[in-house]
């Protein structure tokens, strides 16, 4: 359902009437299909499931910090053991009794437990995860496999760490796809209520955090009227739009380097993607930071690998992109297409994404290759089915260690995340020892070794890791995190 300017935000979450105090967030699009932390859609889902069904611990806005959630008490005795203590008196929303250190081993082992799809989409954050032993009713050992840095950073204080009741989940809760949504929690929000395409309602369990109302709105500029109209008190904003939105009284904006990545993915398994050398001449025909320039005004620097500057394993000696119109003819010629070859590309609806597109068609065009431009919403975009599309302009949120990003290019992701389908069993054997290698020269050097491989394989022509760019209400406190796109809803709230 496409929303006007002109109606936008006329209508509030299922009749119910807000308090005055309730902050309203503009998104780029719905929740969309289960509100379950092993298989969740994405970030979206991700910022609803950490406020309403939070775990042992909670994420702080700031890069490698985290506070006690449902937990009393937690620590790590040993490389492989995680010791917890969930403080008494915590329950589950909607009359699913109390919350126990049995429900605490459900949630996280089930991550390893196929389904009819197989595994569940996350599995892979908890693959280093042995089993979790009861103690007693509150008290439980996390057992792991192998040391695991990253599950500090971006499992047990993310949605993978997120606490559901069993018996809830067999009655069919933590579903989006059919009725209401029941979403039990002992979070300081509860989903309260849900008008497909026009809100998400949350409302707090108690006087300790703001109601929250998500609003989506697929297009960024349109939110950007609509916080300029007073309509929203937060949107993620253009980065070209920050100077102007800053000198704009009564907001503010956040304005800082982000760790994820924006890139051209190429289907490896199409034809005539199959071919290195086409590959290597649709690299030879970009030039990033044209691509850049006309994308985004300049406002975000280049990329030379997945791995952002400030994150472990970054490949600061990665080789630069240079533009080679001649060379990419002659791999063109080579891999038999003389006169040229057509080609899709799918990307995002946003006026960003849209312009670098145009760019991106036009140098191609220089080298012979006819692209077309695929433009779709937030929705239809993620759904998409890649096995169909030839290239794709991507972006994933990153978290603070590379483990969560470079998870989403192994072939166990082929068919899920990987819409590259580049099938490397060396490429995830470097990951899966990565994840199990404490911080340090050699987690380092597997994290660089594995971005040499999918530099080999020519799939990738990586774009930027961005910006986060985002505008609020100055009497509003935001808690974003470093992606930009990971918002800790529990923790907006009003000066």
């Known amino acids: 359902m496409e929303i006007s300017r002109r109606r936008l935000f006329a209508v509030g979450a299922a009749g119910a009437v807000l308090p005055a105090r309730a902050a309203s967030l503009a998104t780029a699009r719905d929740i969309q299909g289960v509100l379950d932390p092993a298989w969740r859609l994405g970030a979206l889902e991700a910022n609803v499931l950490r406020a309403v069904c939070p775990g042992l611990i909670a994420a702080d806005d700031a890069a490698d910090r985290w506070s006690l959630a449902l937990a009393e008490a937690i620590s790590q005795p040993t490389p492989r053991t995680i010791a917890f203590r969930l403080r008494p008196g915590l329950r589950f ?26 595994l569940p989409t996350y599995a892979a954050d908890w693959a280093l995860l042995e089993g979790v032993e009861i103690v007693d009713e509150l008290s439980g050992i996390i057992h792991l496999r192998a040391p695991a840095p990253a599950l500090w950073r971006t499992v047990l204080p993310d949605a993978s760490g997120c606490i559901i009741s069993r018996r809830a989940l067999d009655d069919g809760a933590y579903r989006i796809d059919h009725g209401a949504p029941v979403v039990p929690g002992a979070g300081r929000l509860t989903l309260a209520a849900w008008r497909p395409g026009r809100a998400v309602s949350l409302m707090p369990s108690d006087n300790s955090a703001t109601p ?39 907001l503010r904006v956040i304005d800082r380097q982000a760790n994820n990545i924006v890139w051209i993915g190429m289907n490896c398994d199409m034809r005539p993607l199959d071919q290195a050398d086409v590959r290597a001449a649709i690299r030879a025909g970009i030039d990033v930071e044209q691509v850049l320039l006309g994308g985004w005004d300049g406002a975000v620097a280049p990329a030379r690998g997945p791995i952002a500057p400030a994150m472990v394993g970054h490949w600061a000696d990665a080789p630069r992109a240079v533009r080679d119109v001649a060379a990419a003819r002659a791999l063109l010629a080579r891999a038999g297409f003389p006169n040229g070859l057509d080609l899709t590309l799918t990307l995002l609806n946003d006026p960003e994404y849209q312009q670098a597109g145009v760019v991106i068609r036009d140098q191609l065009a220089a080298v012979g290759i006819r692209v077309r431009l695929d433009v779709r919403d937030p929705g239809a975009f993620w759904s998409a089915d890649a096995a169909t599309l030839a290239l794709s302009l991507q972006r994933f949120g990153a978290k603070s ?56 394989a020519g799939c990738f022509v990586w774009l930027t890791h961005g910006v986060v760019a985002c505008a609020h209400a100055a009497g509003l406190r935001p808690a974003v995190m470093a992606n930009g796109d990971d918002w800790l809803l529990d923790r907006f709230g009003w000066a």
Do not use: C, K
């Not at 929303?93 to 197989?118: C, K, L, N, P």
């Not at 297009?219 to 939105?245: K, N």
């Not at 998870?407 to 994840?435: C, E, K, V, Y």
């Open 401 to 456: 260690d590379p483990d969560f990003l470079m998870q989403w290019f192994t072939p166990a992701q082929i068919g899920g995340w990987n819409w590259q389908r580049w099938n490397s069993p060396d490429f995830a054997a470097l990951i899966a020892r990565a994840a199990g290698t404490p911080d340090g020269p050699e987690r380092e050097r597997l994290y660089v070794d594995a971005q040499r491989l999918m530099d080999q």
């Open 212 to 250: 929250i109302t998500l609003r989506p709105v697929r297009d960024i500029r349109t939110a950007t009227l609509a916080l300029r109209g007073g309509a929203v008190d937060f949107a993620a904003v253009p980065p070209e739009d920050l100077r102007a939105l800053g000198a704009t009284p009564g």
């Open 93 to 118: 929303s909607h009359g699913y009794g109390a919350v126990t250190s049995a429900d605490v081993r459900f949630s996280f082992e089930r991550f390893a437990r196929a389904g009819a799809a197989g």
